[in-house]
DNA sequence: AATGAATGAGGGTTCATTCAT
DNA sequence: CATGAATGAACCCTCATTCAT
């Protein structure tokens, strides 16, 4: 039980119990799962009314859109850091911290992995969920096939595809994080960490070293 | 909608009608997703009445394991006839089987696939379903384990761990798949093809050619 | 169980079939209350398929009439053969009978009172029930009340109501059977014989003796 | 039909709203029989919507419950006021006061003993049920037990037993008023009432006269 | 006459949504 | 803004009844 809400029910910034309703949502998500997610159990959760939620958000789907939004948000936010941002200059710095940013804490949590699987089961037959996973991964894709396309050109590797390989290494991890999150023992995360590592340090063995 | 039954009940073995109202459910899994689908659904799709799916089986819920246990099984046996049978007797042959076999148009069927995924995002919150979805991925491990192992001694590799190889494969197929499932625009069936052959041809040279 | 159907299913004779049903009804509605009792449970029960039950009864509800009446029948028959019969000459005996009757093996049957008192609890809003019930009861209070007249003279009792003698004996009766049924522990058979006896034996001393 | 309830839906107290539900299910009962109550039926009754009676009540199972608690609670008080309560004194006005109680128009209010001897008729296969309606004649036998020592000690009587007396009492009212109900041109309420006057003026003379 | 798979209306229950407070 | 009692459509499930065999 997390009740952030201060007892008075005092009115809050409509950003706030957003924010504060969405993190509900995902904690639901995770124990309940995306089917098992009612409107009750998430404003319970968030120690608020049942009415809050369509008071914020127009319905139920539009919060789970939002939760869904948010979670991918903070994923393309903490990848655009290391691809785009300047804090690292080297090809090989940036692909480690890919490495290390895909298997962190706050990437392998347990709860917004439920969330993103728990929508990926469902994006067939949902179109907006589609959408919103889609573009996630188109996002990442290009930069990623840009990033190891730089690290062939590095290594004078004409022959191997860089879009092959960011496309395997985007449904490797996927898969790892899956695997992983169904069943931890049988694939632990720090296997997994390494199986994701391996992948990179076969295909581009000048940049990373199979290591740790 | 398929209507193979005739307007005139006429009773069945009842193999022959739970075959088909699981053969229903994997429709309607695969076209309105897990937590879409309904009972009248199921029954509708399979051209029957309501009643009928909790006379073959007991509740919604044994349906919807049957459903599940009757794709992973296919899988497993499909996948057992090439690890364990004796049509291939090679490493490489077994090998480039695997590969084939799980992109091949019997396995990549998008109904079978988004019942598994279907039922993987609900899994954690799901022990039944973890249950079903973890014995089928360690049965397969430890079989290709055992083959990644042979082609690794095949060709004197004492570096490359066999497990964590074959941990990669099979979390890369469902990656693959799963992208391809979920967008196949942005991930094309035969380019996921190519990223698994691609890994596999990286990580055992000697056995397995990028070809294609 | 109670499986007196022969294994080849031979068609039998529908006055036997009937009865066959009406005891398996029976023992339903002893077991699982009125509400309770399904056709699928009574035909199990008689070890007969599901469909039998319509085609010798029109529908349940005539099922379950006829087992009402079976019932009451049987109890109107024995008793009749008291009140009526040549076997008892004297009042005493008579009454004597009709005491030793009420608290007899056959008719404190759990069985059969489970059945009487199923249907006199949904009597009041099933016109239907309600007739069956108090037919069986006017019938009794006319006898009883003769019996008890002819007592109350040979005693040269003026005072004592004959009739309020008798429809208090029946109420008697029938609340000393619903509270030994319901809870013997609290109400053992015994007792409820007993205190039948002392009802009679305070009201017609000269006939009836508190004894046993 | 009772709708008090205006068009415009008003928030009302929990136990306002129970107590409302448990007087449409006694209606109900009375009207459609146990077996015939449905939640439809009862919320409709109370001029409230289908999903109220689980808001309140967490099944049908539960109201029922409560209601047959809310019934015998009713009986049990006014019983226990007539006995331990300091109103009368005497023995003579407490057994009086006793069956006066047992035929007024509160106790025998015919929706109330509807919903008795609709889950009395019941009892046997539903322990739940036989718990409540046992606890309720345990605890009448007891204290009735006591009042009729009383007199009997009082009338210098050591022949009769008292608790025999007392286990006759109260099955002789719960026959009177099941006969009563059943079938009242039958036997009108006024001649039950005479029939258990009768029966205690035969035993303690003393104390209760024929009177009427 | 007998079977039991099949039907579908009707039951209890859940839950997103509304709205008087 | 915030609340949570109230609503009612839609779900799963039961079971009396039917009918091809």
Redo the contacts with the bound molecule.
Sequence with gaps: MTKT?NKT??????EV?KEQLIQATIKCIAKHGLS??????VTREAG?????????FE???KLLLETLQSVTDEYAAGQAAILEGEKFQSTSARIEALLNFDFSARVIDKNKLAVWFGFLGEARSRPTYQRICSRQDSLAEEKITALFQSALDEAGDKVVDAALLAAGYIALVDGLWLNSLVDPRRLPWKKSARAARHYLATALPKHIKPGK
Excluded: D, F, V, Y
């Design positions: 809400a029910r005092r009115a809050q910034p409509k119990r098992g997610t009612t409107m009750a159990l608020l009314s049942m009415g809050i939620a369509n008071l914020h319905s139920k789907e």
